[in-house]
């Protein structure tokens, strides 16, 4: 199972178009749910106001395209996480760090670089050996200095070694850098961390992640993430969260975090092979939010940026590519 590497050049690029203009809603009400009291309370997380959405909505806009404009909003408005790339994540962190601190916001990160990444499939990279990761893991903690931030760690990577697709002769070490990773992580004052561990599609039984989430380092980490860039339901997402956590307790009552940024349909029926990657008919799921209504749940999070395709598969572009049809039609079957 893959999952997406980000754009990170694009990224950049939309990084000096500043806040989103002209894609906003004449309606106040909607602006409200924007910006008003309920939704600080429920998702203190930063928005991007340069996102791949953002843009998109607000050209879509300029020319013409109001009702496609205001379907991007849907996903423009909302905190995703920023998926740092390249040799020196600093830039893009500090850069978001220093707007979330400036609307009081917190932000959202995803640590996206371990070696041997994806198992050489669509998301293939990362850093080229322990010793490159350990030093972008550094650069990437001293990026968020006192900011309040949460960062999801490498998806994929423990189930990833769990399902047999990262050779045993590199899970040794992969273990020891989530651990390291963690630690490091864990000095800034204001972060919290949590592992991923896959969805409830791909490892079926909690019981197998136990061991290597206990090798990776879990004890350190304020918990793990679940059914990242996925489309696992919430409620089968967050019954298998239960299992894991209890099944972890020797190493603390570890909470964890959803990505719902897609799994508002649920998954594609199907070959689960290939039902990750860019099905047709899937939906946004439900915004961010604190508000989880479970104790052991502290977010629902969009995790993955919608509209960032999988892969070149069912016409998609290549992966971490922005794909405007598949963002308007997540938007457009969104619930509500």
């Known amino acids: 199972m893959s999952r997406l590497i980000r754009t990170f050049a ?48 607000d050209d879509f806009q300029r020319h013409g395209r ?19 790339g390249g040799d020196d994540p600093g830039p893009m962190m500090r850069a978001a760090t220093e707007g979330a601190r400036k609307e009081g916001r917190t932000a959202l990160f995803v640590a996206y670089n371990i070696p041997h990444r994806d198992c050489g499939q669509h998301s293939a990279g990362g850093a080229p050996d322990g010793a490159a990761y350990r030093q972008w893991i ?9 900011a309040r931030a949460w960062v999801v760690l490498e998806p994929d990577a423990v189930a990833h070694a769990v399902d047999g697709c990262t050779p045993m002769e590199y899970q040794a070490e992969r273990y020891a850098l989530l651990s390291q990773a963690i630690e490091r992580l864990k000095r800034q004052p204001h972060t919290r961390v949590y592992l991923d561990a896959g ?7 909690p019981a197998r992640l136990v061991e290597p989430l206990g090798h990776a380092g879990i004890a350190g980490a304020d918990g793990f993430a679940l059914n990242v860039s996925n489309f696992q339901t919430t409620d089968t997402a967050k019954a298998y969260g239960h299992k894991l956590s209890a099944a972890l307790q020797g190493m ?32 946004l799921g439900t915004p961010p ?31 971490g590519t922005w794909w405007p049809q598949y ?6 079957d969104a619930h509500g």
């Open 199 to 205: 969805n409830p599609a791909w490892i079926s039984d």
């Open 327 to 332: 963002a308007l039609g997540l938007a457009r």
């Open 138 to 146: 550094e650069r990437f903690a001293s990026a968020l200095g006192d």
């Open 66 to 84: 109001e009702a496609d404009a205001r379907l991007l909003q849907r996903i423009a408005r909302q905190p995703t996480a920023i998926w740092p």
């Open 10 to 57: 694009a990224l950049a690029l939309l990084g000096g178009l500043g806040p989103l203009a002209g894609c906003s809603s004449d309606s106040e009400a909607e602006e409200t749910a924007v910006r008003g009291p309920a939704r600080e309370a429920a998702a203190p997380f930063w928005v991007d106001p340069a996102s791949p959405a953002a843009w998109q909505a």
């Open 252 to 283: 603390g009552t570890k909470h964890f975090v959803i990505d719902t940024s897609r799994n508002g349909n649920g998954p594609l029926a199907g070959d689960h092979s290939t039902a990750w990657c860019n099905p047709p008919g899937r939906a």
């Open 289 to 319: 939010t604190l508000r989880t209504g479970d104790p052991l749940v502290d977010a629902y999070l969009w995790i993955k940026r919608p509209g960032e395709s999988d892969g070149q598969c069912r016409g998609g572009p290549a992966a």
